[in-house]
Nanobody
Framework: QVQLVESGGGLAQAGGSLRLSCVAS????????MGWFRQAPGKEREFVTA????????YYGDSVKGRFTISRDSAKNTVFLQMNSLKPEDTAVYYC?????????????????????WGQGTQVTVSS
């Protein structure tokens, strides 16, 4: 079992930046990938970004490409999400998720059902 704890959410102005962190504890040795998803009120959960834990390869949703950056600190079992050029439409609860099964196709990293463990979420609100 893995516990995931997100932090760093809050209020930002449009054009501003926020940095989210997610610390994993427990069975972290089985991590194959970490991902960030978000869910706005009344909307479905949306893929934001993911990182292959071994190779460091990153995948991004079209709506955040070029603005958001995912990174990891393997020694600290922590994944980061740097969010720049924030827009009001980025407002959502952001969730960190862990995947344990090795995947070979990028579509798998974008699929919420492939992640076994989830954090409680952190609210990000961007004002215009």
């Amino acid at each position: 079992q893995v516990q995931l704890v997100e932090s760093g959410g809050g209020l930002a102005q449009a054009g501003g930046s926020l940095r989210l962190s997610c610390v994993a504890s427990g069975r972290t040795f089985s991590t194959s990938a970490m991902g960030w998803f978000r869910q706005a009120p009344g909307k479905e959960r949306e893929f934001v970004t993911a990182i292959n834990w071994r190779s460091g390869s990153a995948y991004y949703g079209d709506s955040v490409k070029g603005r958001f950056t995912i990174s990891r600190d393997s020694a600290k079992n922590t994944v980061f999400l740097q969010m720049n050029s924030l827009k009001p439409e980025d407002t959502a609860v952001y969730y960190c998720a862990q995947m344990t099964k090795v995947q070979y196709y990028s579509i798998m990293f974008r699929t919420a059902a492939k992640y076994e463990s989830w954090g409680q979420g952190t609210q990000v609100t961007v004002s215009s």
